[in-house]
C-alpha cells in the first residue's frame, strides 16, 4: 500500500520533488520543534499550484500549511502518547505529514500516511526523511474504499466543505464497523459532525488564516462515534 512520487513525477507541469526542495525551507514547526517540515515563505511561489475547489473558488496547497486541527491531534499525541504507541496508525488526509509523524516518534508501530495530492505525496515523503521516520505513504481516495487494516484512523482538518464532510463520515463509519478507533482533530469547522463526536480534548493552537500574532484557534480533538 504505497505510492511513491518520483522525480519526474507531476500533474501540474511541475517536478513535485524538485519544487518542494528548491521552493520551501526545512524549518522546526513553532510549536512542534521537535517537528521540521518544508515550510512555504514569501517567495516559495506556491501560488502556482492553485486549483479550485468544488465550489469554483481557489484551493491552497493544504500539504504546504500546519492546521489547527492537525495541530491539536499532534498536542494530543505529545501529551498522551500511549494513544498511538505500539499501534498501527493511519493518518487520512495526511497533507504534510505533521500528524504521522508526530505518531511515528510517539511509538507508533506503523504509520500509514494517505494524501490524494501528488504534491503532497512529495511533501510526505520529504517530511518523513527529514523527521528520521518511516511513513508508508498512499495515494487516491481512500475514502471510497474499505476501512484499512490498522488499530488507529486520525483524521485532521477534512470537514470544510459539506460533500467531503459526507463522503469522509462515510468511510469513517466503516472504520468504526470494522472495529478500527477513530479520532478527529477540527477548529469547529461549520461542516463538523458534531452529533457523531465526543469531545475529549481542546487546544489553542495556532490555524492557517490566523492573524500575526493570534493567540491561536480553538481546536478539539473528538472521537468519532458509531
Request: charged share 20%; glycine share 12%; proline share 6%.
Amino acid at each position: 500500500m504505497s505510492d511513491t512520487v518520483s522525480e519526474d513525477q507531476s500533474s501540474r507541469g511541475i517536478n513535485p520533488i524538485a519544487f518542494i526542495r528548491e521552493n520551501m525551507t526545512l524549518l522546526p514547526v513553532p510549536a512542534f520543534p521537535s517537528i521540521k517540515l518544508y515550510a512555504a515563505h514569501a517567495g516559495s511561489g506556491l501560488r502556482r499550484l492553485l486549483e479550485e475547489d468544488e465550489d469554483g473558488d481557489p484551493s491552497p496547497p493544504y500539504w504546504a500549511y500546519v492546521w489547527g486541527g492537525g495541530a491539536a491531534l499532534v498536542s494530543h499525541i505529545q501529551s498522551n502518547p500511549q494513544i498511538v504507541a505500539g499501534k498501527r496508525v493511519f493518518d487520512l488526509g495526511a497533507g504534510s505529514g505533521i500528524v504521522g509523524i508526530a505518531a511515528a516518534q510517539n511509538g507508533a508501530k506503523e504509520v500509514v500516511a494517505a494524501e490524494i495530492d501528488p504534491m503532497g505525496l512529495a511533501a510526505l515523503q520529504l517530511n518523513a526523511s527529514a523527521n528520521g521516520v518511516i511513513l508508508r505513504v498512499t495515494g487516491g481516495d481512500v475514502t471510497l474504499g474499505p476501512a484499512p487494516d490498522v488499530d488507529l484512523v486520525l483524521v485532521g482538518d477534512l470537514f470544510y466543505a459539506p460533500k467531503l464532510a459526507e463522503q469522509v463520515s462515510a468511510f469513517l463509519s466503516r472504520c468504526i464497523f470494522a472495529g478500527v478507533e477513530v479520532l478527529v482533530g477540527d477548529p469547529f469547522r461549520a461542516h463538523l459532525p458534531v452529533g457523531r463526536l465526543q469531545l475529549i480534548a481542546e487546544y489553542d493552537v495556532a490555524d492557517f488564516g490566523d492573524a500575526r500574532g493570534s493567540s491561536g484557534t480553538r481546536s478539539g480533538v473528538f472521537r468519532f462515534l458509531a
